[in-house]
């Protein structure tokens, strides 16, 4: 759903559960049951504007994947509404980027500028986002149009920066990110370098992270603590304060 004007991200009153074991129907008794028992997030209410990033945090497992998917609309598991800007503004960056086996071309340009509706990137213009990222030196390997098996050929942190040269050349449109600990394999000068250009480029984002090096590059924080509590707050709300909230409190300002 289109977010309200001005806001780029609004979520309302959100639960999220996991799907049902095997995916079968449960009874309105043992549905409560899981609710009380499992659910990852009761009663999230939260804005992002332009300027506005948001951090999600917590321990492994406890649904901080399952967040990001129900924002963009991969996960519907729960109630509540989510609200955002359209879907061919906004940009989503997992942890592990799909590679096609095709050229460098290919795979910088991912899903294709047909389907973006923009502009094809000029030769020059994957150059120059290929070295902004620090991956320059493939152009010397394999040219722009040498078929390769890159999901092979690359590291794990070069297919990371390959999915922001794909943000890069398609920024013009973008409005809003989503990050699934899409930095994890890069160190922590390579991180900075990527979330200074996402910060150029994309009016508001939300990533899902581990690392405390990561707090620098959002404004707002989201902190999972399992059985469907978190605490939200400004990053230097959060950062000067350890008591947590009930799940109920929306944290919205």
């Given at each position: 759903?289109?977010a ?11 639960s999220?559960l996991p ?6 129907p449960?009874s309105p008794?043992?549905r409560?049951?899981r609710?009380v028992s ?6 999230l209410s939260?804005?992002l504007?332009?300027g506005?990033s ?22 519907a ?6 609200e955002?800007?359209a ?11 799909y590679?096609?086996l ?13 389907f973006t509706?923009?502009q094809e ?8 986002a290929?070295?902004?990222?620090r991956?320059?030196h ?11 098996d ?7 942190g070069?297919?990371q920066?390959l ?5 890069l ?5 973008i409005?809003?990110?989503?990050l699934d ?13 990527l979330?200074?250009?996402?910060r150029?480029m994309?009016?508001?984002y939300v990533s899902?992270g581990h690392?405390?090096?990561l707090?620098r ?5 989201l ?5 469907g ?6 990053m230097e709300?959060m ?9 109920g409190?929306?944290?919205?300002d």
């Amino acid at each position: 759903v289109a977010a309200a004007s001005g806001v780029l991200l609004r979520v309302d009153a959100l639960s999220l559960l996991p799907p049902p074991r095997g995916g079968s129907p449960t009874s309105p008794i043992t549905r409560e049951a899981r609710e009380v028992s499992s659910s990852m997030v009761v009663g999230l209410s939260l804005d992002l504007r332009a300027g506005d990033s948001l951090l999600v945090t917590g321990p492994s497992g406890i649904g901080k994947s399952s967040i990001l998917r129900a924002i963009c609309g991969l996960w519907a598991s729960g109630d509540g509404t989510i609200e955002r800007c359209a879907r061919e503004q906004s940009f989503f960056l997992p942890q592990e980027p799909y590679l096609c086996l095709g050229t460098l071309r290919d795979n910088c340009t991912y899903p294709g500028w047909r389907f973006t509706k923009q502009q094809e990137p000029s030769d020059d213009a994957i150059r120059h986002a290929l070295g902004r990222v620090r991956l320059g030196h493939l152009i010397d390997r394999f040219g722009l149009d040498q078929v390769a098996d890159f999901d092979v050929e690359l590291s794990r942190g070069e297919i990371q920066r390959l999915c922001f040269v794909r943000l890069l050349l398609y920024a013009k449109g973008i409005r809003f990110a989503a990050l699934d600990e899409a930095t994890s394999a890069l160190d922590q000068a390579g991180e900075e370098t990527l979330y200074t250009l996402l910060r150029q480029m994309v009016p508001s984002y939300v990533s899902v992270g581990h690392r405390t090096s990561l707090d620098r590059h959002h404004t707002h924080k989201l902190v999972l603590e399992g059985g469907g509590s978190w605490r939200f707050g400004k990053m230097e709300e959060m950062q000067a304060c350890t008591q947590p909230h009930a799940s109920g409190d929306d944290g919205v300002d």
